[in-house]
């Protein structure tokens, strides 16, 4: 280990602007990652806040007797979606409108206003699917006149964060086989330069696990170098767009952990295909 460490940082002292250039493509491609991720996770908080206030909200018909209702409502909350279910009786949401709006519901005679059920889901069962799930089980009572459980805003939400995951993952996979590319072909030269030293060594008896050590250390320290480019640059550009623009959240450390993982593993995946390569060559 101490030879593969003495030869891979030699490597940087030889080819110091290949290897920068080579960990700024790593860096570019997890800085790309990186910025889709920050929005990505943004856009999950705001989610997680709307889904918190996601509810269903069943509407009776007027002639609905109150043991139908008990009963409707006791088997509402055995659902094992739901978190919450609430009866709100004709009174109390006419009370409720008087409250948020009393000059149009302040002097009515006649309340115009149904009994209605509120159910509130589990925390992780508010997606689109389940919310829609519950809503057309809820619909099948009889006494269900109409619902509402706004399926459009949740929907394109959830796609919107669908949106952002997958253009992170198509432009960060994109630079990514650039800079395996631009690896290899430091790798290639590093081999081509030394290939009689390499022979020397093969003579004397030098496995090529040996041979290949210190040029995966080397594409392994690359891929962290180019990590911590990207971390960096990331992380200034979280704090101008929180300063210029909207606060933002910054990414879980679990993230930014997979992130140098990533980086690291990219530069060691890219030296490993070069070496296999070209050793056979020589």
Do not use: C
């Not at 940082?9 to 920068?20: E, G, K, N």
């Not at 690359?222 to 623009?245: H, I, K, P």
């Amino acid at each position: 280990m101490r030879h593969a460490l003495r030869e891979a940082l030699a490597a940087f002292r030889r080819s110091p602007l290949l290897i920068v250039f080579s960990a700024a493509m790593i860096g570019l491609s997890l800085f790309t990652v990186g910025l889709f991720g920050i929005g990505a996770h943004n856009i999950r908080q705001v989610l997680d806040q709307i889904e918190s206030r996601v509810e269903i909200i069943a509407y009776l018909r007027d002639d609905i007797r109150d043991d139908a209702a008990e009963l409707m409502l006791a088997e509402i909350r055995a659902f094992p979606e739901v978190e919450q279910a609430t009866y709100v009786s004709r009174a109390q949401a006419l009370e409720r409108a008087r409250r948020e709006d009393p000059v149009i519901f302040a002097d009515l005679e006649v309340n115009p206003l149904p009994a209605s059920i509120e159910v509130r889901l589990q925390p992780g069962n508010r997606s689109p699917e389940i919310v829609e799930r519950v809503a057309t089980r809820i619909s099948g009572y009889p006494f269900v006149e109409d619902l509402n459980y706004g399926k459009e805003w949740v929907e394109r939400i959830y796609l919107l964060r669908r949106i952002a995951g997958a253009t992170a993952l198509v432009v960060g996979g994109a630079f990514a086989a650039v800079a395996i590319l631009i690896i290899g072909t430091a790798i290639r030269m590093a081999i081509f330069a030394r290939r009689e030293e390499i022979g020397i060594m093969r003579l004397v008896g030098a496995t090529d696990a040996f041979i290949s050590a210190p040029f995966l250390l080397e594409g392994l320290l690359t891929g962290l170098l180019g990590a911590g480019f990207a971390l960096s640059a990331t992380f200034t550009a979280y704090r101008v767009l929180t300063r210029a623009v909207f606060p933002l959240i910054w990414l879980p450390h679990s993230w930014v952990l997979i992130g140098i993982a990533a980086g690291g593993l990219l530069g060691l995946v890219a030296s490993a295909i070069s070496v296999r390569q070209h050793l056979r060559q020589l």
